[in-house]
């Protein structure tokens, strides 16, 4: 469609169709990688490299090598296109991901915070506050 239409409008139908299987009444419908909007393909490269790999650091070095850029021409333009820092857009990509897994509800806290690179279960909980303005509820997870 992108190449037919062009990429925003492509952007627009690709935002109109993500729904989760479940979400809470104040979470928003939209992916992380899709309000990014990155418009060049090394930054879209690095954006989908980071959500195949939150389990690791994901450090900025890393991500500029994955878009084949160096650290410093990464970090512009990875911020030019998205309007946020690396670090930021990873914490968002791990808290979507960490809230979709609470919201299914099979895996522990603990769990979820490995799986997403938080590593503990404090950290993710910092994050799910400064993204959402609370942490976890209690229905995402028994023992949040």
Same mark, same amino acid.
């Given at each position: ?14 935002? $109109? ?6 979400? *809470? %009444?104040?979470? $928003? ?38 878009? @084949? ?13 998205? %309007? ?20 299914? *509800?099979? @895996? ?8 997403? *690179?938080? *590593? ?25």
């Amino acid at each position: 469609m992108e190449a037919d239409l062009g990429a925003d409008l492509a952007r627009q139908v690709a935002k $109109g169709l993500v729904v989760y299987h479940r979400r *809470g %009444g104040a979470q $928003g419908q939209e992916s992380a990688l899709l309000t990014m909007a990155a418009k060049s393909d090394r930054i879209q490269t690095a954006l989908s490299y980071a959500r195949q790999n939150l389990r690791s650091e994901l450090s900025v070095e890393e991500l500029a090598a994955a878009a @084949h850029l160096s650290v410093r021409q990464f970090t512009r333009a990875f911020r030019q296109e998205t %309007g946020q820092s690396p670090a930021r857009a990873v914490e968002a990509l791990r808290v979507e991901v960490a809230r979709v897994m609470l919201e299914e *509800g099979s @895996h522990s806290v603990e769990e979820v915070a490995d799986e997403t *690179g938080f *590593g503990e279960r404090e950290r993710m909980r910092r994050s799910f506050v400064r993204a959402y303005g609370r942490p976890p509820k209690q229905s995402d997870a028994t023992s949040a």
